[in-house]
């Protein structure tokens, strides 16, 4: 089972500044299936990003993804406040298609 | 609008049963792979199990194999997962997600609990 460790486990930071969250692979995701979701209180998660870097329709383009093998990036280059919840990293190369713990990403 | 509407959930006692269902609508949900995914109270989501456009195909997480079974009736645009034998550590909301790995599209959920 490939495991997925996010980091870091919380992010504070204000409106407006750019959030880098990673997401690190224990064997390398194949083909980059690695994909984001975004889960507010809740609500049902969401998809971001999938094929590693590819938005799904209708994400903003402030949000980006990155990274290849076993390190992987997603990038919120301008919070926006309803941009603070919890982002999950999701590999799909290989089964079980595991998550990530999940990166809280607050207000400061 | 696509939308998947799951039933089925509620409390059981460790050891029974529960057969929980998904209604698609808004797709041809015989082209596309389906998945349930679970996600346990303050934690994070657990894919399941998943099951081709067809039903010819199907995987489950190690945790559920030989106790979970993910079934599809096209017919009716529904897709099934019969649960049995059921542990506390069973106890999530579990949704059904269109695709078989990526999941684009959730449904709201239903809360599965297993006490005694």
């Known amino acids: 089972e490939i495991v997925l460790t996010q980091s870091p486990d919380t992010l504070s930071l204000s409106p407006g500044e750019r959030a880098t969250l990673s997401c690190r692979a224990s064997?390398?995701?194949?083909?980059?299936?690695l994909a984001w979701y975004q889960q507010k209180p809740g609500q049902v998660p969401r998809l971001l990003i999938y094929?590693?870097?590819s938005r799904d329709a209708g994400i903003p383009d402030r949000f980006s993804g990155g990274g290849s093998g076993t390190d992987f990036t997603l990038t919120i280059s301008r919070l926006d406040p309803e941009d603070f919840a919890v982002y999950y990293c999701q590999q799909y190369g290989r089964s079980p298609h595991t998550f990530g713990q999940g990166t809280k990403l607050e207000i400061k | 609008e696509v939308q998947l509407v799951e039933s089925g959930g509620g409390l059981v006692q460790p050891g029974g049963s529960l057969r929980l269902s998904c209604a698609a609508s808004g797709f041809n949900f015989n082209d596309y792979w389906m998945s349930w995914v679970r996600q346990a109270p303050g934690k994070g989501p657990e894919w399941v199990a998943n099951?081709?456009?067809?039903?010819?195909?199907?995987d489950y997480v190690d945790s559920v194999k030989g106790r979970f079974t993910i079934s599809r009736e096209n017919g009716k645009n529904s897709l099934y997962l019969e649960m049995n034998s059921l542990t506390v550590e069973d106890t999530a909301v579990y949704y059904c997600a269109r695709g078989g790995a990526v999941a684009g599209v959730w449904g709201q959920g239903t809360l599965v609990t297993v006490s005694s």
């Open positions: 094929g590693a870097s």
């Open positions: 064997q390398s995701v194949s083909s980059n299936y």
């Open positions: 099951i081709k456009g067809d039903g010819s195909e199907k």
